[in-house]
């Protein structure tokens, strides 16, 4: 929008007088809007809100207070984007955003809303937020509801244009490598179809536990872990998850999950650029940067391209790209066999004007060592991989540390 162009403000623009939830966030785009809620008998009576976005960000904050206003809150709750984009067909590609940016205000003003209501009387086995978690020493979070995981210092997501070029393992060695030099350091795996930290970590079937309605990380090899993998009863219950379900996984595991204070938080995002990673980053306050994943064939250009677009779009700078999956270390000798082809992702770094941050080669005893929970960094820190993610981190650390994004 021009300068000069001016937006009518509508009638449920401003804060709400009497509101009983509210709550503010500012998404990757680096719009901030905020909502208001008045809650009755279960039902949202009326909601309003602000932004200081461009004019789709006022026309989906207003069609999402339409939609909310009269209905039941739990009905509000699991309103989605595409509610909101239903009533708005002429919002422009690139501005679809601001519909999940409104969405999630929504609900965290409803959750504000929950926290402050829910009967004392539930807590014992409200699984939800609610007020006695005020008195609760690591959880007193009125800071939460503007700015998701503030006890962390870095956040960094993994990103990567399409599944199967090792983005997990790539995050979960990143995890490590960060721990090996004693930073405190968290895993959250929000790759909800195939959620992998629990077999990387050979954790699978462990569930997560729960204390004063926050979800515990679960530990492994020194640092915290979280994924979709400790949450689900059954592995088969992510695929049969509708939209607003998965995303309700995915704040959840944004908000409630106790990280306690981090130097760093890993994210390792869902596959592609669709909705799911989108979310995420959208969810999560100020995230440092993203690490993109690829392999050195040519083909796989295009899908970087595909990350690197995603990430401008959502202003989301961008720390560099790892190869992965970079020629066949032998575990006998360590010599580096290139099977398909070398430098493409240091080619492709260099057209997008990125960093590159190395090239991990395939390494069996990667694999070996997750299946028996064993840290493959510690046990083979020597071998061309270790020292590549090694070599990753530090560059990564210097980059953030001389804030240089
Ligand atoms: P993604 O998250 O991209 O779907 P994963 O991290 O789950 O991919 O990796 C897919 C498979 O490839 C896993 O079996 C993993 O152990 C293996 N793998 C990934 N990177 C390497 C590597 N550098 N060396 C050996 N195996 C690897």
Redesign the pocket.
Known sequence: MSANEKITLPGVFGPLKGANGNARITGPCGDTMEFWVKIEDKRIVRCTFTTDGCASSVACGTAACTLAAGAPESVAFELHPEDVLALLPQCPEEEKHCALLAVNTLKAAISDYRKKHCPPEACAACTSKCDSRKEAPRSAQTEADTERLPWVEHKIVVL?GK????????AAHLALALAARGFKTGLLDV?IH?P?VPTLFNLTGVQAKQFNGMIEPVTGCGIELMSTGFLLEHPDQAVIMRGPLKMKVIEQMLQDVDWGVLDYLIVDCP?GTGDEPLSVCQLISNPDGAVI?TTPQELAAADVRKSVQFCRKLNLPILGILE??SGYACPKCGEVTHLFGKNGGMKTAAKYNLAFLGR?????T??IC?DAGQNFLERHNDSP?AQAFEKAVEQIHSALKQGEL
């Open positions: 990567s599944g199967g070029v090792g983005k997990s393992t790539v790759d195939g992998s596959p994943v992965n999956m991990i080669p395939i390494d069996p990667i694999g997750g991989a």
